[in-house]
């Protein structure tokens, strides 16, 4: 405490009342039930605005609640008073001031700065030789804004003073996404001081590297005793390979290696293969000098990536990020950046397109003060909330500000000044969005397309009212599969929110040029010369529309009308075009090593779009349809115990597999009902379930409990235990329908059986030769569909059919050589010309590379 007390000890700054100090016991008395300490668990903002990006460094500070622990900005610190009643709060404010000059004109030596205990990011907009920080903190108590400067322990009660220091003294409820924490957790390897090195004359390249045992250039790890350069497997950083460092370890007990590629001035990422975990290695400039590598002439690519093939790649990392070019920062509304938090590029690149659409910002940013007010107690964990807080960061201007002119005037005199944008960092966001994901919530790279399908899932889940931004994505599918032997086919329509579209490397109008390139490549490669300038192949994108377009092979086509495995083909069209068509190039495929490798070419993607001639036409004059008929399910001998036993418990629903059906875009009820009634038998069976029930009534409704055993019996004795009236449930019938057996079956094993789940299985598999009544089925299906034929056809899912003829307005790119590495950018065609967003650097683009984007966004144009 002595030592907050000397930090503590400036007075207040914000216009606040301040106490006598023999009135702040008393004045503290009314409100000491509400006063805490937090505990453990409890999660301490000190950093972040609950409603917005204002932080201690902003202009009014942050308001932390003694009693929840969520922070404020000034602009919305009344609105938590009003709502909760909750009166004290700690105001937290960091000063920069400019240093003090000595005699000389220079700056005073250096000291420990002992002002400064906030635990936040500094402002690389300020040369730290000018100016230096001084933080702040007082108690304030609303509403009349009395003031009690902190700490004050002569005067405050004892409760106050230790929930005050617990506060300051907590650490930030997003430690996992900040790169510099994590890194910083790491332990020191027990090998490291007394590492031995061995003297074998190993000298290591500056690049070209392959693994010794298998010639893998990717995911390679230099053995820091012997030298051997080997490769990594799945571990640790998510990479692919075949495990030969790891063999080599076992062979010979050699202990720590480092990963070539993050090597810079900084450090590097290096593994205790003893230890089984990441370690540092705090004399790794030594053992890296013993082979031969100078750490501090060194450079890792880009966010720590690894692709360490470093020629071929610079050159699309410079042409996607535009390097070499001298771009214009943009300011103002529309144009702030999101801070990188450590391989979340993916989460800035998505969501700077997806606020960059119309529906998104109405529904959001327009509606905030309404979201605003009626968000729930913590607004931290509410979608919508952290929706419209980022979307309004994105668009206000208010984190995106020009410097002024005498900063610009500074900045050229001073070479080191270079200007950068405010920006936001979206920890808030990132840590709501990614619970509960195990790749989301991480620290690695991932997938754009992903996010994307993640966050529209998302917004389906979340909707405000009726009002339901992700429409605009969501079009419907038709496919048509067609049984080769008897020619007949059957149409069925899915939604989707995407159109993947797959590269015709085939197609390349240079592949001479991408011959001989590959030639040279190999000789310089063996020779240990440098390599060409790569050669990318150039894809027309005609040849990939057209390659999307075409029929392609089922694998395991089940023909109804031959009641076997045949061959068949399917072709998918448009059965309605979206408002917004999102376009995935399917650059990311396996090896036959099973390493993921991208296709690293060049699409001529059009600014002009016209897809009208993939509009689906529906059953054709001439066609004749497959039967209705379900496939039989191979069942083990203990699979209806098994059933039985999931279906009796709905607690036990695979929520994976619902989340895959989801993330397709079927209600989240739908999705539940369909893995309940087919036992937990994967996502694959229960969307067969979706497809055959998605047009009746209660589709979306939520789940009920169907009867089993003596509740069944109960429930059809009351209309009876013969006759018509014994009618079987519906949810029941679609039970054993989901299994395979023909509905016609279920009904009847289900009357013979006073409908009880159990023995109507049980009959079935007495019953093979069951055959159908056909006076039976006809009564019986009349009798249960009556009330159903009554009703209206349900809507399905609501899309914004329209032309298909669009425009090209945004396209996101990826550079590496795989999406769980490399590094993601976003460009946007805002007021008629192209801005590139890499992540906090906000620029007008010069020279937009609309060829080599991952995904691209289209708007319709209107007809």
């Known amino acids: 405490m002595q030592r907050r007390g000397a930090l503590f000890g400036m007075p207040g700054g914000s216009g606040g009342r301040k106490m006598a100090a023999g009135d702040i016991g008393e004045l503290l008395v009314p409100h000491m039930p509400t006063i805490r300490v937090p505990r453990s668990g409890d999660r301490v903002y000190k950093n972040e605005c609950a409603f917005s990006y204002d932080s201690p460094n902003s202009e009014g500070g942050l308001y932390?609640?003694?009693?929840?622990?969520?922070?404020?900005?000034?602009?919305?610190?009344?609105?938590?008073?009003?709502?909760?009643?909750?009166?004290?709060?700690?105001?937290?404010?960091?000063?920069?001031?400019?240093?003090?000059?000595g005699a000389s004109g220079g700056a005073l030596p250096k000291r420990r700065n002992s002002k400064i205990f906030l635990d936040l990011d500094t402002d690389d907009d300020l040369n730290s030789d000018d100016y230096e920080y001084e933080d702040e903190a007082k108690l304030v108590i609303f509403p009349d804004h009395y003031e009690i400067a902190l700490p004050n322990i002569e005067e405050l009660p004892a409760l106050v003073t230790i929930a005050c220091?617990?506060?300051?003294?907590s650490k930030s409820p997003y430690r996992k996404q900040d790169p510099d924490t994590w890194e910083n957790e790491l332990p020191v390897s027990k090998y490291a001081n007394n590492l031995t090195q061995l003297d074998n004359g190993v000298r290591i390249p500056p690049s070209g590297w392959k693994c010794a045992r298998c010639d893998?250039?990717?995911?390679?790890?230099l053995n820091l005793t012997d030298g051997s350069v080997l490769c990594g497997k799945w571990f640790f950083d998510s990479s692919g390979g075949n495990g030969h460092a790891l063999e080599h370890y076992r062979d010979m007990g050699y202990p720590l290696a480092v990963k070539l590629g993050t090597i810079t001035p900084d450090g590097a990422d290096v593994y205790s293969f003893q230890e089984e975990e990441p370690v540092l290695d705090?004399?790794?400039?030594?053992?890296?000098?013993?082979?031969?590598?100078?750490?501090?002439?060194?450079?890792?690519?880009?966010?720590?990536l690894q692709d360490n093939d470093i020629k071929p790649r610079?050159?699309?990392?410079?042409?996607?990020?535009?390097?070499?070019?001298?771009?214009?920062?943009?300011?103002?509304?529309?144009?702030?950046?999101?801070?990188?938090?450590?391989?979340?590029?993916?989460?800035?690149?998505?969501m700077q397109a997806i606020f960059s659409i119309p529906e998104f910002q109405r529904a959001y940013v327009g509606n905030l003060p309404r979201i605003f007010d009626y968000s729930p107690l913590d607004p931290t964990q509410d979608f919508n909330t952290q929706m419209t807080k980022l979307g309004h960061g994105l668009l206000s201007g208010q984190y995106s500000k020009p410097p002024v002119k005498s900063e610009l005037?500074?900045?050229?005199?001073?070479?080191?000044?270079?200007?950068?944008?405010?920006?936001?960092?979206?920890?808030?966001?990132?840590?709501?969005?990614?619970?509960?994901h195990p790749e989301f919530s991480s620290n690695r790279q991932q997938d754009a397309q992903e996010f994307f399908l993640h966050l529209v899932n998302l917004v389906e889940r979340n909707r405000i009212g009726s009002e339901n931004p992700s429409d605009v994505f969501r079009f419907l599918v038709e496919e048509r599969i067609q049984c080769c032997q008897t020619r007949k086919v059957r149409y069925t329509e899915r939604v989707d929110y995407l159109m993947q579209l797959p590269v015709a490397m085939e197609a390349a109008t240079n592949k001479d040029e991408l011959i001989a390139y590959e030639l040279t490549r190999r000789e310089a490669e063996a020779n240990r010369r440098p390599l060409p300038e790569l050669v990318r192949a150039k894809i027309p994108f005609s040849a990939c529309l057209q390659a999307f377009s075409e029929p392609e092979n089922v694998d395991d086509f089940w023909s109804s009308a031959l009641q076997a495995k045949s061959a068949g083909v399917k072709t998918s069209r448009f059965a309605s075009f979206p408002e917004y068509l999102v376009v995935q190039i399917k650059k990311f495929t396996f090896g036959l090593d099973w390493v993921p490798k991208k296709f690293d070419v060049s699409i001529d993607m059009p600014d002009l779009l016209d897809i009208n001639h993939l509009r689906a036409r529906g059953l054709q004059p001439g066609e004749e349809e497959l039967p209705d008929i379900?496939?039989?399910?191979?069942?083990?001998?203990?699979?209806?115990?098994?059933?039985m036993n999931q279906l009796i418990d709905p607690s036990d629903i695979d929520e994976s597999s619902v989340m895959q059906l989801a993330e397709m875009g079927f209600p989240l009820e739908a999705c539940r009902k369909a893995v309940y009634f087919t036992g937990n038998m994967g996502a694959e069976v229960a969307f067969n379930w979706i497809i055959v029930h998605m047009e009746e009534p209660d589709f979306a409704e939520p789940l009920t409990m169907p009867g089993y055993g003596g509740a069944a019996s109960a429930g059809a004795s009351v209309f009876g235990a013969t006759g018509l009236d014994n009618q079987p449930s519906e949810e029941i019938v679609a039970i054993i329908t989901s299994m395979g057996f023909q509905r016609n079956q279920a009904i009847q094993a289900l009357r013979a059986t006073n409908n009880n789940l159990e023995r109507a299985l049980d009959w079935i598999f007495s019953h093979p030769e069951f055959e159908e009544d056909s006076d039976f089925v006809i009564e019986m299906e009349n009798n249960a569909n009556a009330n159903i034929i009554s009703e209206a056809k349900p809507e399905g899912p609501r899309v914004k059919d329209g032309s298909g003829t669009y425009e090209l307005f945004a396209f996101i790119s990826h550079m590496g050589t795989s999406t769980m590495s490399g590094h993601y950018i976003c460009h946007i065609k805002k007021e008629g010309r192209w801005v590139i967003y890499n992540d906090h650097k906000v620029c007008a683009s010069e020279r937009p590379p609309k060829d080599l984007g991952y995904m691209y966004f289209y708007h319709r144009i209107p007809s």
């Not at 922070?71 to 000063?95: D, P």
């Not at 053992?287 to 690519?301: N, P, V």
């Not at 005037?409 to 405010?422: A, G, L, T």
Request: glycine letters at 8%.
């Open 64 to 101: 932390v609640c003694m009693n929840t622990f969520l922070a404020f900005g000034r602009e919305h610190v009344e609105r938590h008073f009003r709502k909760t009643g909750q009166s004290v709060y700690m105001h937290l404010k960091r000063h920069v001031r400019e240093k003090v000059r």
């Open 165 to 169: 220091d617990a506060v300051l003294s």
């Open 216 to 221: 893998l250039r990717e995911n390679l790890w």
């Open 282 to 304: 705090p004399h790794l400039a030594k053992h890296l000098a013993h082979f031969g590598i100078d750490m501090l002439h060194m450079h890792g690519t880009e966010n720590g």
């Open 314 to 350: 610079v050159s699309e990392w410079e042409v996607i990020q535009e390097s070499g070019t001298k771009l214009k920062p943009m300011y103002g509304p529309g144009y702030t950046g999101l801070k990188n938090l450590g391989n979340s590029c993916y989460l800035s690149s998505v």
């Open 409 to 436: 005037i500074e900045q050229v005199m001073k070479e080191e000044h270079k200007p950068q944008q405010n920006g936001i960092s979206p920890r808030m966001f990132k840590a709501f969005v990614s619970k509960s």
């Open 630 to 643: 379900s496939p039989p399910i191979v069942i083990p001998d203990d699979s209806k115990d098994r059933l």
